[in-house]
């Protein structure tokens, strides 16, 4: 449904085997970096990333729990293609501190139900908290999370 897609990035890649691909998208997107190794040579992969006002149609919503952002993040590319698969996210600071958030952490939607991933933080500057998290899989909805 695109009305609930506020913003969307897809990009074309080049596959190899053994590499690692790193794709960096546009300030306006939570989803910073997708970052991963892959196990096949492959052209004409695209990678997309979406930031969503509610969940994807094949998921839930988030109860209990004060999500910042629901994403979309789709490859062509079979997952068991796909090893070593990082997520790199921001979270505006202001935010964090206006809803007294003690942790983010992303969530992937995983058989039926939202799966905690462990999320790390890895930097921050005056405007963001940036987090790091390895992801089983994309083609899935995500969500980060603030609790």
Do not use: C
Request: no cysteine; charged share 25%.
């Amino acid at each position: 449904d695109d009305s609930n897609v506020i913003f969307s990035d897809t990009v074309p890649i080049l596959v190899m085997k053994g590499k690692r691909i790193i794709k960096a998208f546009e300030a306006n997107h939570s989803i910073t970096v997708i970052d991963f190794k892959s196990k096949v040579t492959q052209k004409n992969v695209k990678l997309t990333v979406e930031s969503l006002n509610a969940p994807s149609q094949e998921a839930k919503p988030i109860k209990n729990e004060l999500v910042y952002e629901y994403n979309n993040i789709y490859i062509n590319l079979e997952n068991e293609y796909i090893e070593k698969a990082v997520v790199r996210f921001k979270v505006r600071r202001d935010w964090i501190l206006k809803n007294n958030i003690n942790i983010m952490q992303l969530e992937q939607y995983i058989h039926d139900d939202w799966t905690v991933l462990p999320t790390e933080v890895i930097g921050q500057d005056a405007r963001y908290l940036f987090f790091e998290v390895y992801a089983p899989s994309f083609s899935l909805p995500f969500a980060i999370v603030g609790i």
